[in-house]
C-alpha cells in the first residue's frame, strides 16, 4: 500500500515562492486502478512525481508499505525506482541509437524479464521491432514507451497523460492491454489524466484542483476501455 501523509511541495523562495501541493493525504491500495484527475496546473503531475519518487517533498511523508521513501539517500531512491517503479510518459524519453527490440530490452533486462517479446507483439510493435525512434510515428514511440516500462514487471506503474499523443484507435488499445496485464499479474496503476472519461476505468479516482484533493470517489464497476467515451 502507498501512503501519503500532509504532502507540501513548493518551488522558489520568499516571495516567488509557489506552492504546487497544499498538504494532500491519500492511500492507494496494492493492486488497484487509480486515476488521478485534474485540469492544468492542479498539482496532479507534481503528485505523480513526489508518489513515485522522481522529486522530494518540502514536507510529509511518502511509505510503501510502511517505509517512508523521503528517508532513503538519493542513491537508495535510485535503486528503488530501479526495482519497483515503471513511468509511461507523455514524453517518449526513448535512446534515439536504440532499435524498438533494445529500447524495451533495457526495461526488461531492469526487471529480470526475458520474455518481453510478447510485450512488444501485442503492442503492435512485432513488425518494428528493428526500427530506430525517428523512423517511427509519434504513436508508435509513445506504444514502445509503454511496452519498455511494462517490460520492467513493474511493481507500481505510473503513467502521466499517456495517451495525449495517441489515436482514439491506438490510445485504446493501449489502456486496454495495460488494464488487462494489470489485472493478470496485479501490479497497482496510477495514472494522471484530464480526460474524465478515461477516470471511468479506475476503481478509485483521485480528483485534484488548486494544489489539493478536491474530491475522492470509487467506480463500483468500471468500464473497459472500449466502453468509455474519447
Known amino acids: 500500500m502507498i501512503k501519503a501523509e500532509k504532502i507540501r511541495k513548493f518551488y522558489g523562495t520568499g ?3 509557489s ?5 494532500i493525504s491519500l492511500e492507494i491500495e496494492r493492486g ?3 486515476v488521478i484527475l485534474g485540469a492544468s496546473g492542479s498539482g496532479k503531475s507534481t503528485l505523480l512525481n513526489v508518489l513515485s519518487g522522481l522529486e ?19 542513491s537508495g531512491l535510485t535503486e528503488f525506482r530501479k526495482r519497483r517503479i515503471g513511468f509511461i510518459f507523455q514524453q517518449y524519453y526513448l535512446l534515439p541509437n536504440l532499435n524498438v527490440d533494445k529500447n524495451v530490452k533495457m ?6 524479464n526475458k520474455n518481453y517479446g510478447e510485450i512488444i507483439k501485442m503492442l503492435g510493435l512485432g513488425d518494428k521491432r528493428d526500427k530506430y525512434p525517428h523512423q517511427l510515428s509519434g504513436g ?10 511494462l517490460a520492467k514487471n513493474p511493481e507500481v506503474l505510473f503513467l502521466d497523460e499517456p495517451t495525449g499523443a495517441l489515436d482514439e484507435e491506438t490510445g485504446r488499445q493501449m489502456l486496454d492491454y495495460i488494464s488487462k496485464l494489470q489485472k493478470k499479474s496485479g501490479f497497482t496503476v496510477i495514472m494522471v489524466t484530464h480526460n474524465a472519461n478515461i477516470a471511468q476505468m479506475a ?5 485534484m484542483n488548486s494544489g489539493k ?5 470509487e467506480n463500483k464497476t468500471p468500464k473497459t476501455a472500449y466502453e468509455i467515451g474519447w
Open 19 to 23: 506552492e504546487i501541493l497544499k498538504g
Open 107 to 112: 526495461g526488461a533486462q531492469l526487471g529480470g
Open 56 to 74: 522530494r517533498t518540502n514536507e510529509g511523508s511518502v511509505l510503501y508499505d510502511g517505509e517512508n521513501i523521503e528517508e532513503l539517500t538519493d
Open 140 to 149: 508508435e514511440q509513445q506504444r514502445v514507451s509503454a511496452a519498455r516500462a
Open 213 to 217: 484533493i478536491a474530491e475522492e470517489y
Open 15 to 17: 516571495d516567488s515562492r
Open 203 to 207: 476503481q478509485k479516482v483521485i480528483k
Open 32 to 34: 488497484s486502478f487509480t
